[in-house]
Structure formats: structure tokens, C-alpha cells
């Protein structure tokens, strides 16, 4: 079955700092885009940063410059440092792949969401 594993969420300090992980397990093809979503209450879902399987990136104009997405392809696992946190960060970090996957005769791909991980940053 496969499984997108998120961790590294928890309560910081504004001005600190968190590193989130995903590693995507089960049996796969490969992983197209990876990327980080996140949700505050009441908001809608956002887009924080993606990148490609060749390592382009790119981010949400708010998070420019203070957050980094990465990702280990040997691992399946994608990363995202966040460092200068602000109270309007605090949300739940969702991470997403886009998977090739086996099927019967052909490959076909599909996104895949983590559970989600709650970020809080507190003033």
C-alpha cells in the first residue's frame, strides 16, 4: 500500500525554526513533483513550495527566501526547512507526490497526500 509519512511538525517560536520530512513508502515507479501544501483554520488549502524530480523549485511569495524544499530521490523523501517562522505560518502542512505507479499492462500516475502535520508558531 502506498503511503505518503510525514513528520517534524510541533510547536516553535516565532523566529525558530522546523524541518518537516515525507517519505513516500510502498511499491512505486517513480515520483514525478513533490511538494508541501499547508491549511490554517478557516483558510483554504495553499501551495508552500514544490519541486520537480530534477530539482526545480518553486514557493509561495510569503515563505520566499525563509523557507527551502528538498528532496532525496535515493530516499523517496521530500524536505521542508523552515527557518524565520511568523505566527501566520501556523497551519497543517500537507505533503503531496505525484507517483507513477504499476498497473496491469501500463503505468499510470496519481497524486498522493500525507495525513498532515500541525505546525504552531507562537508570538
Known amino acids: 500500500q502506498v503511503q505518503l509519512v510525514e513528520s517534524g511538525g510541533g510547536l516553535v517560536q516565532a523566529g525558530g525554526s522546523l524541518r518537516l520530512s515525507c517519505a513516500v513508502s510502498g511499491i512505486i515507479f517513480s515520483i514525478n513533483a513533490m511538494g508541501w501544501y499547508r491549511q490554517a483554520p478557516g483558510k483554504q488549502r495553499e501551495l508552500v513550495a514544490d519541486?520537480?524530480?530534477?530539482?526545480?523549485?518553486n514557493y509561495e511569495d510569503s515563505v520566499k527566501g525563509r523557507f527551502t524544499i528538498s528532496r532525496d530521490n535515493a530516499k523517496n523523501t521530500v524536505y521542508l526547512q523552515m527557518n524565520s517562522l511568523k505566527p501566520e505560518d501556523t497551519a497543517v502542512y500537507y505533503c503531496n507526490a505525484d507517483l507513477n505507479l504499476v498497473g496491469p499492462g501500463s503505468l499510470y500516475s496519481r497524486p498522493y497526500w500525507g495525513q498532515g502535520t500541525q505546525v504552531t508558531v507562537s508570538s
Open positions: 519541486i520537480t524530480k530534477g530539482g526545480s523549485t
